[in-house]
């Protein structure tokens, strides 16, 4: 792999992996909103790196649907929180925030594993935030966004622990 494919991949996971590091606190609808769609970026661009530099069919797929559901779970936050009149974490935001979490990715561990690993580990944090939202908050769009996203992101879970116990 190429010195600049592998600075990508380690920036992405970093990414990923540092955004969705965040607290398991309840959180203020703004809160939520953007520490929601800011994972749900890191995870759209972490998928769209290893659809790009992953050889196996069973990733690229799944990589397709993890990008068309979180996208679609974005938009549908975007809408939310211009119902709500909340802003949307813009993505430069999201760099920063993302380069001050690096953590290192291993050098020696296959592309694939690491991806599926962090898809594990980032989905079973993404379900727990959702169900949390789901249970404390008291605003009737957010409630319906946990519960109509958690589906998806539990498909999501299984896929990834098919596509770790394959690798």
């Known amino acids: 792999m190429s010195r600049m ?39 759209i661009e972490a998928s769209r790196l290893a659809h790009q530099l992953s050889e196996s069919k069973q990733v690229k797929d799944y990589t397709i649907v993890v990008i068309n559901d ?25 760099v920063d925030k993302a380069k001050a979490l690096m953590p290192e990715v291993k050098a020696d561990a296959s592309f694939d594993q690491a991806y599926a690993a962090s898809q594990v580990k980032t989905t079973q944090e993404a379900i727990e935030q959702l169900q949390q939202a789901a249970q404390t908050t008291d605003v009737p769009q957010i409630k319906a966004f946990a519960e109509e996203t958690l ?10 622990r098919a596509l770790q116990a394959s690798r």
């Open 5 to 43: 494919a592998t600075r990508l991949r380690n920036a992405s996971f970093a990414t990923l992996l540092g955004l969705f590091a965040s607290s398991a606190f309840a959180q203020s609808p703004a809160e939520f909103i953007n520490d929601a769609s800011a994972k749900g970026m890191a995870d």
């Open 151 to 160: 589906p998806k992101l539990q498909n999501h879970l299984q896929m990834a």
């Open 70 to 94: 979180r996208t679609t779970a974005n938009q549908h936050l975007a809408k939310i929180a211009k119902q709500l009149d909340l802003p949307v974490a813009p993505r430069e935001e999201v």
